[in-house]
């Protein structure tokens, strides 16, 4: 039998990885820049939150170096794609690369480290006791994942409801009137890719010290970075559908695995248990699922004409025509 | 106005002054040296850097730059070991390179690389002609089945693309996940060596002629596994210039990249040209698989790229699209993986592709601006 | 630096509002503002006159505080000041009103109106806003709703939002720029109509144009500005004429060399029938709208920019699909066919935004000059470029129509606007057009420009080419068309021939008001 209650309390707390990284990538698009690093950015955060915790046994610091560390490799796209007004694509690229060799590299030795501590799990009181919803939402979650309860709400109230939120959206949207009004581009554009660069650590961290814990080199993220980064496109950089992506993507990846366990499945003898390399297909999965919301996305929004945010990738000069 | 500024200083803020002012001014002619000169630039700055973090890491830098050159380009063998490591390179390269004029991004060159080696296997292991089939038919036969499935490959973000306007990025990216699940459900089953994650060996007259064949006629040949895979790559590269600085097409290519709304405007296809260019390009990507496959592998199994399609990223960048700059770029890169896989920790050439693409697109910034430092 | 700046006038122990003195400001390979003096009195309206390029909205962006000057003075109320950013320049009380509109589109009024404020610090009390708002707009009597989201405004109401949003700064001085570019006849009077209100609430004005009516008409005092220089400083408005102007803005005599020879018009060229289209957000740009246009003869339409000629001319191209109607060009209905279909039939198109569409910034000068024709020979067989051929034609067409440039082989991006749009001319015209379609073909050229560009138009329509004019410039259509068609939000609003129309009637067509003909069929 397929316990659906536990593949969505895992999808819960898988999802909340893709949704961290997703909610990090709006926050620097909508300032108008494009990180394509996320993966490498996660692979730091993971990297970096495991090898401390096995160093100092002290898995919120963890967190804490995983979320400057991916910050600090963002900054790295922020100069070259700000300052230097290098393309944002080939930029984001770089990152990953970076991010990428630079965790294996400093990770090196790592999967064959002992028992470390890990972020503890928490039920809720009197939440957990709600039938159904309970069990999957509130019960032996780690902290990370009532953080991203919280998160969403506060990302979408940040950005429409504030005036942090309503510089953030002009910088993306015309940064020219943006800065004619005396904002600082610049620095907004950099803070944000560091807000975006953070957030992906956090989502590196959460996945070594919490949804799967241990490094795996570059398996451990194994697409994640990017699939937020579609979750971003289909999201049309709104933080709520943002959140219904990832935790649907979170509780697929949980489906995959225990779809291959039974014999049976919905009375029928289950193919991916009886052929196991069925089960590649189950692999792709997630990747040609991203390609689909991708497509559904795209359809939409050429009906709705809604877009990116109108700078978003394109470097401000200031006084050059355009936006 | 026709002016542009980029303050030095863009946070701006009085109080403590610099000693010396940073003009920087648009650049607006640059010679013809200067791309060459700021990519050997940016290299030599790139293994800098990553000495840096080798030292932070606690290795010994130069040691292992010393290794590295050694194992790349010590003797005649080690060298033919990285020019099999180019063969792959070039085409992937420039199977980017190509996409990346039309400002395409096509990231899905690995992906294709695999699904070209899936189509060049399946001649041979389906099969699709009989194993005793000649080898100047057999291997045409591959490279073909090669090309047409990477192309297939590549078509499907390109039509995506073209009709719906999704994120060819993110498509192309996903589709290598797609590709690597592909080619391990056949190895782990159909295709599989009573058992074996990997197919049976294909028989010689599906391999492709190395040059340790002709040691028979040239001794000095013995043991050099070069094979004819690296003349595709030099072939193609003459393609590719041909087409983008010497056809209608390329012309046109290069229009979109440069603004598709004047090639609209000049009556140019977007959509057909996404197509065709996504095919073109994941067909070079496909053909290297097929080559990697029939020169070297000689089987199929989940392991056959050392990251190529990433890597060619990388070098269609580095060497600025040049057709002919890939070649030396491939060869370059080839002799880093090929001195890499010796060296801990592995993840060492990963991260100084990284950083030398990393430096690289800075650098970039030289091409545009011109920095000059006066004394107050 | 300047020598020491001279005292306010002695009538009036008052500092200026505003005072410039000695700035320069250099580009690379321009000398934008070349010691350039200018003073604003309070409760004036000072017009700063020039032509395009003459370095009038560097000099204003200095004073706005986007651009640093090299050397100079600048005090506002008698204190000197040094602007690090607009954010300075608006706490001095100076705010400016781009010529292209500082407005984000996605965002309600109310939120560019608060943009870049400190207060409210974080949260935004949204209605509370609002109301602010609507208080200030009853003040000036500039109406707009306080929610609507900019893209949902026409350009006059958009002029307004800026307006307000300086007023809300508490702004003292309002520096406009080229105000009247995007408005009505009848618009410009309001707009008049509200400055002369701020004035006499005490606020002083600068304002920017080129058109010498219009600042003759508004200003107290006039400065000109001639190649970054000052040419006249501060002449009162009732002692200067238009002539004077004219000459001060251009360094010489102008005398309109544009002279259009008497054209008998030929067969129907262009015949577009009843044609809808949407824009690019999606809302009705075309409706139903009809126009011919005959061999010789250039017909000029007028209308408020975003009243649906550029979907029109992008409609006849091509570019933009119509949702019903017919485009005829030659006997033949190409709508919606591709933009080859277009290209084809011998359809030139000079299109409105020449850098973003006309050429291709980052290739040659040579490269941009075979777009279209690069299909066909002598320039490829179809396959493969002939290159020496394009080398070939690029350097007689260069020679042919003056475009100054070091080489062929250089960059689009690097020819000025001018030089760009002959290139864009040669390209278009050396292919021995049936047709062209010129949207805004002047728009931002010095006058040399100008009328190279209107001469070139106007042989054409001697060679027998049939013309659709699309211009902002009223003086322009009455001077090249030989009819005019009004446009009102997608809307046929008459016809008048040359000689029959008048800035009033054609004013009226473009604030909705049908004159002369209707249209037909």
Known sequence: MIDWIAILQAGIASGTVLLFAAIGEIMAERSGVMNLGVEGMMLIGAMTAYRTAVTIDQPWV???????????????????????????????????????????????????????????????????????????????????????????????????????????????????????MGINVYRLRYGYVFAGGVLAGLAGG???????????????????????????????????????GAYMFGALRRLILDLQGPQTLLGFANPFFY????????????????????????????????????????????????? | MTGQEMSANPVGGQGWQFPFSISIEPRLTVPKWLPALISVGSLGVAFVIGGIVLAVAGGNPLAIYAHLIRAAFGDIGVFNDTLVKASPLMLVGLACALAFRMKLWNIGAEGQFFLGAWGASAVVLAPILPRDTPAILMI?????????????????????????????????????????????????????????????????????????????????????????????????????????????????????????????????????????????SGGIAGLAGMAEIAGVVHRLQGAISNNYGFTGIIIAWLAKLNPFAVILVSVLFGGLIQAGREIQPSGVPRMLQGIILFCVIAGDVLLRYRIQITRR | MSASAPLPDSASSIPYAVEMRGIVKRFPGVLANDHVDFDLRPGEVHALLGENGAGKSTLMNILSGLYRPDAGLIRVNGRPVHFNSPRDAIAAGLGM????????????????????????????????????????????????????????????????????????????????????????????????????????????????????????????????LRQGRVAASGIPAHEATKAQLAQLMVGREVVFTVRKKPVQPGEVVLSVEDVCAENDRGLPALRHFSIQVRAGEIVGIAGVAGNGQSELAQVITGLRRCSCGRVVIAGEDIANRPPRAAIERHVAHIPEDRHGVGSSPGLSLAENLIMKSHRRPPIS?????????????????????????????????????????????????????????????????????????????????????????????????????????????????????????????????????????????
């Open chain 3, 97 to 224: 009103v781009h010529q292209h509109f500082m407005l984000v589109p996605t965002q309600t009024v109310t939120e560019n109106i608060i943009l870049g404020l400190s207060e409210p610090r974080f949260f935004l009390p949204l209605d509370q806003l609002d109301q602010r708002v609507l208080a200030l707009q009853e003040q000036y009597g500039l109406r707009v709703d306080p929610k609507a989201r900019i893209w949902q405004l026409s350009v006059g109401e958009q002029q307004r939002v800026e307006i307000l949003k300086m007023l809300y700064r508490g702004a003292n001085v309002l520096i406009m720029d080229e105000p009247t570019a995007v408005l009505t006849p009848q618009e410009v009077e309001e707009l008049f109509h509200t400055l002369r209100a701020m004035v006499a609430r005490g606020h002083s004005v600068i304002f920017i144009s080129h058109k010498l009516d219009e600042v003759l008409k508004i200003s107290n005092r006039i400065t000109v």
């Open chain 1, 275 to 323: 052929t196991p390399r069925l089960g590649f297909f189950l692999q792709m999965l997630p990747y040609a699922l991203v390609i689909l919301i991708l497509f559904i996305g795209s359809r939409e929004a050429m009906k709705k004409r809604v877009g990116a945010p109108a700078a978003l990738g394109v470097p401000y000069i200031r006084g050059e025509r355009g936006t």
């Open chain 1, 62 to 180: 963890g967190l804490l170096f995983a979320m400057l560390a991916a910050g600090i490799l963002s900054l790295l796209h922020a100069v070259v794609s700000i300052h230097f007004q290098a393309d944002q694509v080939v930029s984001g690229l770089a990152i990953n690369f970076v991010g990428i060799g630079l965790s294996m590299v400093l990770g090196e030795g790592l999967s064959k480290a002992g028992a470390v501590s890990l972020l503890p799990t928490i039920t809720v009181p009197l939440l957990s006791q709600i039938p159904v919803l309970g069990p999957i939402l509130f019960t032996n979650h780690n902290p990370m994942t009532y953080l991203g309860y919280a998160l969403t709400p506060a990302a979408w109230f940040y950005i429409h409801r504030t005036r942090p939120g309503l510089h953030l959206r002009a910088v993306g949207e015309h940064p020219a009137a943006a800065d004619a």
């Open chain 1, 206 to 244: 959460t996945i070594s010290l919490a949804v799967s814990p241990g490094w795996f080199s570059e398996l451990t993220t194994s697409g994640q970075g990017w699939i937020a980064i579609g979750l971003v496109i289909f999201a049309q950089w709104n933080p709520w559908r943002a959140a219904a």
């Open chain 2, 140 to 280: 045409p036969t591959m490279m073909l089945a090669g090309v047409a499935c990477g192309a297939l490959w590549g078509l499907i973000p390109g039509f995506l693309k073209a009709k719906f306007n999704v994120n060819e990025i993110i498509t192309t990216l996903m589709m290598n996940y797609i590709a690597v699940s592909w080619v391990l459900f056949w190895v782990f089953g159909e295709w599989s060596e009573s058992g074996f994650q990997m197919s049976p060996m294909f028989p010689r007259n599906a391999w492709l002629p190395r040059l340790t064949d002709y040691a028979a006629q040239i001794p000095q040949f013995a043991g050099l596994t070069l094979h004819a895979g690296i003349l595709f790559g030099l072939i193609v590269s003459v393609v590719v210039w041909f087409i983008t600085s010497r056809s209608r097409w390329g012309y046109e290519i290069r229009l979109i990249g440069d603004n598709k709304e004047a090639a609209r405007y000049a009556g140019v296809d977007i959509a057909r040209n996404t197509m065709l260019l996504m095919m073109v």
């Open chain 3, 381 to 521: 067989n179809g396959w493969v470029l002939n290159l020496p051929m394009i080398r070939r034609q690029a350097a007689q067409l260069k020679d042919e129509y003056n475009i100054i440039a070091p080489s062929v082989e250089v960059q689009a991006r690097l020819l000025s606007g001018g030089n760009l749009q002959k290139a864009i001319l040669a390209r278009e015209i050396s292919a021995g057009p049936r047709l062209i379609i010129a949207v805004q073909p002047t728009r931002g050229l010095d006058v040399g420009a100008i009328e190279t560009v209107q001469n070139l138009l106007l042989k054409e329509r001697e060679h027998g080419a049939a013309i659709l004019l699309i211009s902002e410039e009223l003086e322009e259509l009455l001077t090249l068309s030989d009819r005019i068609v009004g446009m009102y939000e997608g809307r046929h609003m008459g016809e008048l021939n040359a000689e029959e129309a008048t800035l009033a009637a054609i004013g009226l067509m473009m604030a909705g008001t049908p004159q002369g003909k209707p249209a037909t069929r």
